[in-house]
């Protein structure tokens, strides 16, 4: 990434362009904006949503709070279990509320997958637009096809790991987006250029992630069996392992023992706490394994964290 961005310094190619046709071709659309931050993504499409808008109650991105008081906008947000969307309360929620737009990321929480396409099927019968935060899953099969518009985060760490920059990908055309912000935002030639280079590598990298998530999950599952401390949604596939504890003071605990121990992907913020509304609002560890480098996903590290993160949990709950 660091010599595509060197050489496009001095280049005079277009690489708005380049970043553009290479977006397209993992993610068809109608049309591709590339601006200068994820949360310059949200504020653009957020302006232009009729209201009311829908959102999760966790999972989700505090981002797109914090836009929508910015400008004024009407939210609402609807109950989840863990951040996942229960269908029939969904249909609830959009009729009685009159729902315009719904805003969810395509992972809740980053550690379990939403129903996209059944979500989609009930926004299409509603006539509700549905903007779907693909982050997490840029590259993973074709669920981020269920929506209306796509938005995703480009800055680090997530799949494509840029450092700054996102883009929104309209699919439908029904969200008439505000010229003026889209220009005021566009990303400049240098993150085009990493994003050229790096959007290749998104179904590599996703792939890997999940596997090496997917077994961390599953072995926690079976090693940790208290009622106090177990691993949430540990059957579905996401980018993260989160794991369910008595207290907040007890996840503070655990987490700084298991940092102290840990020596992957060193400067990176792997254990974080909950509650916390962009994972969930529940007294928790969190392994963020898409915060891991690639290189690092292998069979063996994930042992070596399963034993810090086992041993470290029984032996709290042994003293406890």
């Known amino acids: 990434m ?29 049309n591709t904006y590339i601006l200068n931050s994820a949360n310059s993504c949200i504020l653009t499409a957020l302006e232009s949503l009729p209201e009311p808008i829908l959102i999760p109650n966790q999972g989700g991105w505090n981002g797109f709070k914090k836009s929508a008081d910015i400008l004024g906008k009407n939210i609402c947000e609807i109950p989840t279990d863990n951040g996942l969307i229960n269908i029939e309360e969904l249909i609830n929620y959009i009729e009685e509320y009159d729902i315009k737009s719904v ?33 997490p899953s840029i590259g993973y099969h074709d669920i981020n096809q269920y929506c209306d518009v796509q938005i995703a985060s480009t800055g680090s760490p997530k799949i ?30 240098l993150t085009c250029a990493a994003i050229a280079k ?43 392992t989160i794991i369910k504890v008595e207290s907040k003071k007890k996840a503070k605990t655990l987490s700084y023992e298991i940092r102290r121990q840990i020596n992957i992907t060193p400067n990176k913020s792997i254990i974080t706490t909950g509650p916390n509304y962009n994972r969930i609002k529940t007294a928790s560890i969190i392994i963020e394994i898409k915060n891991i480098d690639v290189d690092d996903l292998t069979k063996e590290k994930m042992d070596e964290l399963i034993k810090i993160i086992a041993n470290t949990v029984n032996n709290i709950e042994k003293n406890s």
């Open 160 to 189: 494509i790991n840029v450092e700054n920059g996102g883009f929104i990908n309209d699919l439908t055309g029904k969200l008439k987006l505000n010229n003026h912000l889209l220009k005021t935002f566009k990303a400049d030639k």
């Open 2 to 30: 660091k010599d595509a961005v060197k050489y496009a310094v001095d280049s005079d190619d277009d690489y708005y362009e380049l970043a553009s046709s290479r977006i397209q071709e993992l993610l068809p659309s109608k």
């Open 198 to 240: 790096e959007i290749p590598k998104a179904p590599s990298i996703i792939k890997k992630t999940i596997k090496a998530n997917t077994y961390l999950k599953k072995r926690l599952s079976e090693i940790i069996t208290s009622p106090e401390y177990y691993v949430i949604d540990y059957k579905s596939i996401g980018l993260n």
């Open 103 to 135: 805003y969810i990321t395509s992972f809740a929480g980053y550690h379990a997958l939403q129903p996209v396409e059944e979500i989609y099927d009930i926004c299409n019968t509603h006539q509700t637009i549905l903007v779907l935060d693909i982050s």
